[in-house]
């Protein structure tokens, strides 16, 4: 797949495997719902790949909603925005990174997210208790060029304007909305790095209420690929899913760390997906590539 827009800078974005993890998509499906959507990158990746041209994004963080939707539905309002902010920086560009971030903790504008997210380290979206967003800049970065940040945004909203609706809830409430006729793709914060349970936006989810949505849309025979566990090394993140959901595991290699190579160490990441009993992917699995493995 040619390579995708992504405007926004998110730590957990899917861009970088969009398209291995779309293999265990149907060819088609009337709407793809992203409970979880963080930066949208799987309803772009499949809006180009015309898998379906119907969309329900959602996501717990208002100001991200807002952003993207903005993105979509005016990308010239916001990319002006993100020029005129961006070029604000000058010589102090770490003082105006701050004085920006004041700015949208006092007025959650998801126009000055957009820049927050270009500036700050590694796009990782921290809050502290009181939910007030308290990420670093990176030092060494000035943010994305906003000639590269117009086109980005441009191609997104490309793909998707006209074709999604936007929504702010928890997961659950998503999901008890949509039925069989839906395809959903499910990609939560993983256990034990989204950070901060008091968070008011990025907080982790109950591993049990989890396990009892992915059941319910079983017995309402709702089809679903869940982006869940991984590994680094030896290191895992988050629980494997309970076999009792019949799921299909397929374990993604995303990348190997370089430097342990260096120090003689073989430390692959994998990344692990789930699909619905009812999905058939009997077909995709003859044409996987090396680095993915079915596991059960
Ligand atoms: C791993 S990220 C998703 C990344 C996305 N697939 C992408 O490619 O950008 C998980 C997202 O879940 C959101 N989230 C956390 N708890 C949630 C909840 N209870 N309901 C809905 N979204 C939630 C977070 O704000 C975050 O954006």
Redesign the pocket.
Known sequence: MASLPHPIQ?Q????SIASDILKFFPKKVSRLVE????????SVAASAKNITQNFLI????QP?VKLLELIVEHPNEIADFYTTIWQQQNNSSIEHYYKMRDEFNKNSDSKLFLYLLARCVKGAVRYNREGLFNQSPDKRRKGTHPSKMKKNIEGVSKLLKGKCTFTN???RDVLAQINSSDFAYL???YQGVCGNKDSR???G?DFYDFVLALEDLNRRNISFVVSYDGKRGDKKFGSELPKELNLKKIDIEVGRSSQATLLGREEITIESLYCSPTLNTEINIHNLSRQLVVIR
Request: net charge negative; charged share 20%; hydrophobic share 30%.
């Open positions: 998110y957990g974005s899917k861009r409970p979880f959507a963080g930066t949208a990158a799987i959602n996501d717990i963080n991200l809830l928890d997961y990609d939560p914060p936006y990025y907080s989810i």
